[in-house]
C-alpha cells in the first residue's frame, strides 16, 4: 500500500543550528506512530514542518505522492492532512456546538446562500450534534467553549478536527496538562479513530505507558536525526535508544 503521507530528506536550519535533519519516513493507513525523543530532539518542528507552521529549508512533504511542501497550513488541511491541539478556543465566545458547525461549514465549502435555507443551517447543525456525540460533548454543547473544562477543551479540539474529515491525524502531546482522570478520555478517541484503517495517525508523546498502548510503529527523534524506526517492541529494547531517550528521560 502507497503511504498516505511521506517526508523526503526534510530538513529546517535556524541560522547554524539544524533542528530537523534530512528525515526521511513514509507513514500508511491503518497505521498509528508515535514519534518520541527526549526534549530539544525535533519532534515537534518535524511536526511543524508536516502540517506548514514552518517551511523547510530542503526537502519534501508528500501527501498521496503530492508535494505540498509549498502549500499553506490551511492548504495542507484541506489536502488531508489534519493537526489537533493548535485549535484551543478557536472561537471561545461561541457554543461548542457553534465552534464545531463552523467547523463543518468550513469544510464543506457552504456559502452564505446556502445558510439562508433553513434546511441547509439544519444540516450542518446535524452533522455537528454527530461529532459532538462521538466525542461526548453533547452534554456541554450549548456552553462557550472558553467555560468547558480543559479536559473537554481537549476534547472539543478532537471534534473539530473530525470536523474537517482529514484521513492524516496529527496530535502533538494530546495528554498534556491533563489529569489522570480525564487523559484516558482523549486516548480513547484517539484509538477510535485509530480503528478506522483508512486513516492515518501520527503522535508525539512523552508518556510511556500512552506509547505502549497506542503505538504500532514508534520512530526516534535525536537532535533533529532520525535515530530509530521499527515496531514498538524492537525499538524499545534497543540499547541506543534506551541510553539516549529513555536513560536521558529517567534522569531528568
Known amino acids: 500500500?502507497?503511504?498516505?503521507?511521506?517526508?523526503?530528506?526534510?530538513?529546517?536550519?535556524?541560522?547554524?543550528?539544524?533542528?530537523?535533519?534530512?528525515?526521511?519516513?513514509?507513514?500508511?493507513?491503518?497505521?498509528?506512530?508515535?514519534?518520541?525523543?527526549?526534549?530539544?530532539?525535533?519532534?515537534?518542528?518535524?511536526?511543524?514542518?508536516?502540517?506548514?507552521?514552518?517551511?523547510?529549508?530542503?526537502?519534501?512533504?508528500?501527501?498521496?505522492?503530492?508535494?505540498?511542501?509549498?502549500?499553506?497550513?490551511?492548504?495542507?488541511?484541506?489536502?488531508?492532512?489534519?493537526?489537533?491541539?493548535?485549535?484551543?478556543?478557536?472561537?471561545?465566545?461561541?457554543?461548542?456546538?457553534?465552534?464545531i458547525r463552523l467547523a463543518v461549514q468550513a469544510r464543506s465549502g457552504v456559502g452564505r446562500q446556502f445558510l439562508r435555507r433553513a434546511s441547509g443551517h439544519r444540516e450542518l447543525i446535524e452533522q455537528a450534534e454527530g461529532y459532538l456525540a462521538q466525542t461526548r460533548l453533547t452534554e456541554v454543547?450549548?456552553?462557550?467553549?472558553?467555560?468547558?473544562?480543559?479536559?473537554?477543551?481537549?476534547?472539543?479540539?478532537?471534534?473539530?478536527?473530525?470536523?474537517?474529515?482529514?484521513?492524516?491525524?496529527?496530535?502533538?502531546?494530546?495528554?498534556?496538562?491533563?489529569?489522570?482522570?480525564?487523559?484516558?478520555?482523549?486516548?480513547?478517541?484517539?484509538?477510535e479513530i485509530k480503528k478506522d484503517r483508512s486513516r492515518t495517525v501520527l503522535l508525539v508523546e512523552h508518556k510511556m505507558d500512552v506509547v505502549r498502548a497506542l503505538a504500532d510503529r514508534i520512530i526516534v527523534l535525536h537532535n533533529g536525526t532520525l535515530l530509530a524506526d521499527g515496531k514498538p517492541a524492537e525499538v524499545m529494547a534497543s540499547d541506543l535508544v534506551r541510553e539516549v531517550y529513555l536513560g536521558k528521560r529517567g534522569a531528568a
Open 1 to 99: 500500500m502507497p503511504p498516505s503521507l511521506e517526508t523526503r530528506d526534510l530538513t529546517i536550519r535556524f541560522g547554524g543550528h539544524v533542528a530537523v535533519n534530512a528525515v526521511s519516513c513514509a507513514f500508511h493507513p491503518g497505521e498509528l506512530t508515535v514519534i518520541v525523543g527526549p526534549n530539544g530532539a525535533g519532534k515537534t518542528t518535524y511536526f511543524n514542518l508536516i502540517s506548514g507552521q514552518l517551511r523547510a529549508s530542503s526537502g519534501q512533504v508528500l501527501k498521496d505522492g503530492r508535494d505540498i511542501g509549498r502549500l499553506a497550513p490551511s492548504g495542507r488541511a484541506r489536502a488531508g492532512v489534519g493537526r489537533a491541539f493548535q485549535l484551543t478556543n478557536l472561537f471561545p465566545e461561541l457554543s461548542v456546538l457553534e465552534n
Open 141 to 191: 454543547a450549548h456552553q462557550p467553549a472558553s467555560a468547558l473544562s480543559h479536559g473537554d477543551q481537549r476534547k472539543l479540539e478532537v471534534a473539530l478536527l473530525l470536523a474537517m474529515e482529514p484521513d492524516v491525524f496529527m496530535f502533538d502531546e494530546p495528554t498534556a496538562g491533563m489529569s489522570l482522570d480525564h487523559a484516558p478520555d482523549v486516548l480513547d478517541l484517539i484509538a
